[in-house]
């Protein structure tokens, strides 16, 4: 059974800095393009970073260009978004999502790409 675990969520000031982690268990995801999304209250998921599964090539939703960073740590099954400048226009539930198959070294933007989510965590920003 896949399971990602995101963690790191929390309340923060806006200026502020958080780090979401999302742990991958069940098969490795060492291979997979990973990416986040998140969602507001009564708003649609909505995609914010995705990664290549080197972690080569990135991409970014523009509202978080220049201040999020997403990264993997294949050894440790592991995939990051460190959010800095945190603005409350941030505050969602942010979801970690895998995909299973892939033919090349790319990221993949949109939900329907993905196969595996994690349950969510709470980013909440206070102005």
């Known amino acids: 059974q896949v399971q990602l675990v995101e963690s790191g969520g929390g309340l923060v000031q806006a200026g502020g800095s958080l780090r979401l982690s999302c742990a991958a268990s069940?098969?490795?995801?060492?291979?997979?393009?990973m990416g986040w999304f998140r969602q507001a209250p009564g708003k649609e998921r909505k995609f914010v970073a995705a990664?290549?599964?080197?972690?080569?090539?990135?991409s970014y939703t523009d509202s978080v260009k220049g201040r999020f960073t997403i990264s993997r740590d294949n050894a440790k099954n592991t995939v990051y978004l460190q959010m800095n400048s945190l603005k409350p226009e941030d505050t969602a539930v942010y979801y970690c999502?895998?995909?299973?198959?892939?033919?090349?070294?790319?990221?993949?933007?949109?939900?329907?790409?993905?196969?595996?989510w994690g349950q969510g965590t709470q980013v909440t920003v206070s102005s």
């Open positions: 999502a895998g995909r299973s198959s892939y033919s090349s070294d790319t990221y993949y933007v949109g939900a329907s790409n993905y196969d595996y």
């Open positions: 069940g098969r490795t995801f060492s291979g997979s393009p």
């Open positions: 990664i290549s599964w080197s972690g080569g090539f990135t």
